[in-house]
């Protein structure tokens, strides 16, 4: 499992390679990868945690990811789909 972080010039500015039996949230919340986000964040639908979404809607991160096929739909900007 990895989690790279990319900015928006597309250039690599962190990445992490961790075990993969270890929870993906973990080594993004453990680490030193928050302090260098800003703005938005993409993740697969494994990001999805109300908890997490919390703690980054503080520091002003907007997480964006893709809805599971049990949750209802909400609107989402045209931008944020096309990341």
Known sequence: MDIACINNKGKLSDFVIAQANVDDRQPLVAGKMLKQIRGKLCGD???????????????????ITKIRSNMRNTPMNMTDKIL
């Open 45 to 63: 639908k494994g990001y999805i945690s109300q908890s997490l979404f919390s703690m980054l809607f503080v520091s002003g991160i907007h997480l």
